[in-house]
């Protein structure tokens, strides 16, 4: 029985050396071929359109695109799609075109109707016999004076082209009269009279009453004295202060006439505010006011649609809205001083 058992014992010693000697073989599941994943979107062809006038849709015709894949391959001329409620507004830059998920932007340009270029300067006469050639006329204002709503085309670029003479812009959107906020008129005049690029003589100073100070009346001030004509003695910290520290500076400095425009009635009353404080600035310095808020025949445009031709809102016009409506205004101030 003793002689069984080792042998028995001896046999399972032998069959586990024989089994371990053998490598062990890996089980791994087979692999399955995956699809690639879509990567990203590539133009291969604009649409032909690409500039539109606010109040057109998008058109797509002639757009093409691939689809680059994640193992390298590219899909050709994929059939993508566009949302249908897109609207193009003036803001708009770019439509997204989309495909499985992925998405890429279309650039355009949406231009407002008065902004097209039918109205542009560059399309604008220039005087053969100008009597303001050669002259030169400072700008400082805001949004208005730069034509923040009309690519930046305003009525100083159209006096420029038309009369042969100079004018320079000293705008920044945004900005207001009195030196509570950053670039304040105030700063930006001083800033301008220091620095190099400042000609040597300066015909007439045209300054915005800024739509940006209207919201806060309590800042206005008032006006001082009519013996008080020193700079230092105006807070210009106010609006009516910073006003009469501008005109009182300007004579000092340029020794030249000083031009106050007031906008087309906004939606704030206080904005007659600053214009009745013009007037009274005005008879105090004797400055000339180039007023489009009281004027009832400037104002009374024969339908809406004008309106809506000549302005954005209700305090920024169009490259139309400046070379038609406001033009004449500041033409018939500047040709008194020829």
Not at 172 to 199: N, Q
Request: aromatic residues 10%; negative net charge; glycine residues 4%.
């Amino acid at each position: 029985m003793k002689i069984r058992v080792l042998w028995l014992a001896l046999a399972m010693l032998m069959l586990l050396s024989a089994c371990a000697g053998e490598p062990v073989k890996d089980t791994e599941p087979p692999t399955v071929p995956t699809e690639p994943e879509l990567l990203r979107l590539e133009i291969v062809r604009m649409p032909d359109k690409t500039d539109y006038v606010l109040g057109e849709s998008f058109d797509p015709a002639g757009l093409t695109l691939n689809a680059v894949m994640s193992d390298g391959s590219v899909v050709e001329n994929v059939d993508w799609s566009v949302s249908e409620d897109q609207v193009l507004l003036t803001n708009t830059t770019h439509v997204p075109v989309s495909y499985q998920g992925k998405t890429v932007q279309i650039p355009v340009r949406v231009r407002h109707p008065g902004n097209v270029d039918e109205y542009a300067v560059d399309n604008f006469p220039t005087l053969e016999d100008s009597p303001l050639a050669g002259k030169t006329f400072f700008w400082l204002g805001s949004s208005v004076t730069l034509g923040s709503n009309s690519l930046e085309e305003s009525m100083a670029d159209f006096i420029a082209k038309k009369y042969d003479c100079t004018c320079i812009k000293e705008a920044v959107s945004g900005t207001t009269l009195a030196t509570y906020k950053k670039d304040s008129y105030v700063d930006r005049l001083l800033a301008w009279l220091e620095s190099e690029d400042r000609p040597a003589h300066v015909d007439a100073v045209i300054v915005q009453l800024s739509t940006n100070d209207q919201n806060q009346p309590e800042s206005f001030g008032s006006v001082t004295a009519f013996d008080v004509r020193d700079p230092e003695a105006f807070d210009t910290a106010t609006t009516f202060g910073a006003m009469e520290y501008i005109i009182a500076t300007v004579q000092a400095e340029l020794d030249c006439p000083v031009l106050f425009y007031a906008n087309p009635p906004t939606e704030r009353s206080s904005y007659m505010d600053m214009v009745l404080g013009l007037y009274e600035i005005a008879v105090k310095w004797d400055v000339r006011v180039i007023d489009m808020y009281m004027d009832p025949v400037f104002n009374d445009l024969p339908t809406q649609e004008q309106r809506k031709l000549w302005m954005t809102d209700k305090i920024h016009p169009t490259k139309a809205g400046y070379r038609d409506w406001w033009l004449p205004k500041f033409e018939e101030a500047l040709l008194e001083l020829a």
